[in-house]
């Protein structure tokens, strides 16, 4: 498959460096999990099949060569690759081992059979083990952290994660709820999406020795990239195609989760056509079912829903983009430029 | 209800001293979950009704009295209470949110609906918002630990609760296994509740500024009383009473996991009684329910099975109070004495 964040204008050297970072960070992230005990080690292979599009990693090594000091007068692969040090490595191996733990006790949470292309781990061998293979993803990420000098990282992402955990469970308490504000939508989104996409690009600047403020411009660069990944994500479910995505589409309206076009089509349309939507809607989460999709997308394309949260979407990669505007020119700022783009055109 | 794990010949000063501590854990702990979202805020307030004997954070503030250089110097609870630095309050609420983590999400494994006199987590508001409230626990715990001055704490808890989740995972592939050995056995309680106690216990001594040899001896008293407590409580669970406990008992039978004493008994008992037994085993377990209780423990009577297992864990204890040989003298290190007693002494 290709790679769906891949970038047609991508200087070649830097391509290289970033497979040959990602290489390393799956190295570490294998490494960690390694267990002598048969029955964790089954399920840590497992789940190797859940990589995809290793977005978190990317960002940490992306956003630790454009704040580097010398970035913008690296020159070809060699010397990018000399900027990436262990801590990079880390940090990369850690935040995909986080968000791989949430994709495993999310696939609990939506009693999901299949995730790229494969068994959910809770379909193979069951809730249980799935959710104790989740903990003991999260642990290690915790216990990698905490093997680098200092504390700063492990407190970042202790934090993310956190933040990550109370979206999750702002979204439950709003399961069902048809009268699901766009306020709140951004806020669980932020919290449940963007925060640990911000603490990767800030802790990728911070491993290059960056200061607070160039991290933290990053940091935001990341949260908003981070929130418009996950609309692109909504858009799918609702108009992406099952045998590209490698999952069922229609997933959020079976389990009664409002996302950013069905409520603006809810805030948009007239009182008769949104009795209609919210009759679907209550039918769709009532029976568990996604066969209403085609009817609700066709409501949403009348009130213009669709291309309203692609231009949402689009917003807020424009403002991720201008969080780069003080970084010096290097190739890999152009690449965290060019990604932000990749994110919303992405159809898988 | 009377505190299950107090001791009577406890020295006044000292019991005030390690209550008052206590509490600052449990403000502490609060603060540490506190969010500014309802739905959250209402999950953790129903959780504190799980809080039961604290003995992960008691151990933390006892060896940290125990390894303190001025132990045995120390009079009075003015003195005692001084010896006890905020770093033991935030060791001593990280140690107990990873224990209330998993209690959370073992009740999901067990599909438990009651602990302590109160509904579950996962009774009340659903496995999905269980396994999310486990995830915030366990998050917030590494966040705590990461506010410490250095790694250490963070990588010792990170450790533990690694070593944690590999115990639950082999436990669970070990279910309905009725050729289980006592091998395994040690090797899962070792893991699943020997390290996390060994680490609290590891952890205050150093916040005492206690050296790695002395902060390892008191590893290891808490690996051995960790794994005394857990036969306890397989005990408790065959010949408890259920209004003592506050939970069913049987439920070890009902979800086929087999413990110490059964695995003594199926060791020992003559071929006929072998089978009988292990019929009786396989019912309660396909039927998901322990009915079979009196006659399976009537079994274990027989072949002397219960008494073998109070021995064994007296002979933890046992090697547990040789580790705090070497200490000097002093309140606390009989305090550590006598509770090393109490945990396989307590009804519930």
């Keep these: 498959m290709r790679d769906p964040l891949a970038i047609d204008d991508d200087p070649a050297p830097l391509a290289d460096v970033i497979a040959g970072g990602l290489t390393r960070v799956t190295e570490r992230f294998d490494r960690q999990l390694a267990s002598d005990l048969p029955a964790v080690a089954t399920l840590v292979a497992h789940i190797e099949r859940y990589r995809g599009k290793m977005l978190r990693p990317t960002l940490v090594l992306a956003c630790g060569l454009a704040a580097h000091p010398e970035a913008a007068s690296a020159r070809g692969p060699e010397e990018f690759g000399a900027l990436l040090h262990d801590g990079h490595i880390a940090v990369a191996a850690v935040c995909e081992m986080v968000h791989m733990a949430t ?67 702002l979204q439950l308490s709003h399961r069902q709820d048809l009268a699901l504000g766009e306020r709140t939508y951004f806020d669980i989104v932020a919290r449940k999406t963007g925060d640990l996409i911000r603490a990767s690009c800030r802790l990728g600047a911070r491993q290059s020795g960056a200061s607070d403020a160039v991290a933290d411009r990053l940091g935001r660069f990341g949260l908003n990239l981070g929130i418009a990944f996950q609309i692109q994500d909504d858009l799918l479910d609702l108009t992406g195609r099952e045998s590209v995505l490698g999952k069922p589409v229609g997933k959020d309206l079976e389990k009664g989760k409002l996302t950013l076009p069905v409520i603006h089509h809810l805030a948009h349309a007239d009182a008769g056509t949104r009795a209609r939507t919210l009759a679907r809607l209550r039918a769709a989460g009532e029976s568990e079912s996604s ?58």
């Design 103 to 169: 994709l495993v006790h999310d696939d609990v949470l939506d009693e999901a059979d299949t995730r790229r292309r494969g068994w959910t781990v809770n379909h193979l061998s069951g809730n249980e083990a799935a959710v104790m293979l989740g903990d003991y993803l999260i642990a290690s990420a915790f216990h990698l952290c905490s093997t680098l000098p200092t504390t700063e990282a492990a407190e970042e992402v202790g934090r993310a994660s956190v933040t990550m955990c109370a979206g999750e469970l």
């Design 291 to 348: 066969r209403g999709l085609p009817d609700v997308l066709e409501s949403l394309r009348a009130t213009g829903s669709i291309e309203a949260s692609v231009r949402r979407a689009a917003a807020l990669v424009e403002d991720a983009r201008a969080q780069l505007a003080d970084l010096p020119d290097s190739p890999p700022r152009r690449r965290l430029h060019a990604m932000a783009d990749a994110v919303i055109r992405r159809n898988v």
